[in-house]
């Protein structure tokens, strides 16, 4: 798998930026609630609000969200863009079959012919 | 790596194995699991839903539930699952699914097989973050490895 990891040089900030729980639960906010204020975003968690700021800093950094300011207050919303991440993830899902299908073929190289279609059951090599 | 689209994925690749013989490595439960990276102890039948333990080295704790749909003998088999493991007591049954579907061609020296699995639209960008946080563990764990067998090989 480290191999190919090339293939997701692109992807390597937005795999950075969500590689944290918080900053996955606030995309998972921002993802559900619409855009929002720090307050709100903080609320109810036991981050503060300087931490949550600094991720939506890093968020931001990645591309994934942007700082709306509204009247005296700043409200952050998930970037329209989403789709880059939409288009990554299936680039993951995508190089995951790939090694799925690559790991198929193996197992079937390992796997003795068999002669007509008898139901004999042979046991794998270990 | 050129899909545009971003609700589905297709892949094909020819394998030099009788249809038969591919047909068993995907719907042979126990067969399924040695490549698929999970240990299931109930066999593949259309309707039935099964889980099994993953096996990846560093995932153990983790388990992949899938609901068969359809079986046609060395033509067709399809699942629905919600991509990417479950976590212990972590549950997905409320989101969408998405559908897994292979199909087997025969053609001259061996099988052409494709599979196509579709549905992406529908999974939370929640949960989509969320592949991307495994797969970057599993990339760090990797790297580990391999530091640690260069460090003994030097």
């Known amino acids: 798998m480290a191999a190919k990891s090339g293939a997701f040089m692109g992807s390597a900030p937005i795999f950075a930026a969500l590689g944290d729980e918080t900053r ?85 190289e390992s796997m003795p012919e068999t002669k007509a279609r008898t139901r004999k059951r042979r046991r794998k090599p270990a | 790596m050129s899909t545009i689209a971003t609700d589905r994925i297709e892949k094909k690749i020819q394998l030099r194995h009788p249809r038969s013989k591919v047909w068993r490595a995907l719907t042979d439960a126990q067969e399924f699991g040695n490549w698929f990276g999970a240990v299931f102890t109930e066999p593949f039948k259309p309707g039935v839903s099964v889980r099994g333990k993953v096996t990846h080295k560093g995932y153990e704790h983790m388990t992949m539930d899938v609901t068969i749909e359809r079986m046609e003998p060395e033509r067709l088999f399809s699942w629905r699952w919600h991509p990417g493991a479950a976590e212990p007591g972590e549950t997905f049954s409320d989101e969408p699914s998405t559908l897994v579907i292979f199909e087997l061609q025969e053609v001259p020296g061996g099988t052409l097989l494709t599979v196509v699995e579709s549905g992406f639209d529908q999974i939370p960008l929640a949960r989509r973050a969320k592949a991307f946080r495994e797969n970057d563990e599993g990339w760090a764990m990797q790297m580990k490895a391999i530091e640690e067998h260069l460090g003994k090989s030097s």
Request: hydrophobic share 40%; aromatic share 4%; charged share 30%.
């Open chain 1, 24 to 108: 996955l639960r606030l995309v998972a906010r921002l993802c559900s609630g619409g855009p929002q204020s720090i307050a709100r975003l903080t609320a109810g968690s036991e981050v503060t609000r300087q931490a949550v700021t600094k991720h939506l800093l890093v968020l931001a950094d990645a591309g994934l969200v942007r700082g709306v300011r509204q009247g005296r207050e700043s409200r952050w919303a998930l970037k329209p863009e989403q789709l880059e991440v939409a288009r990554r993830y299936l680039e993951l899902i995508s190089e995951r079959w790939t090694e799925r299908l690559e790991a198929l073929e193996r197992h079937l």
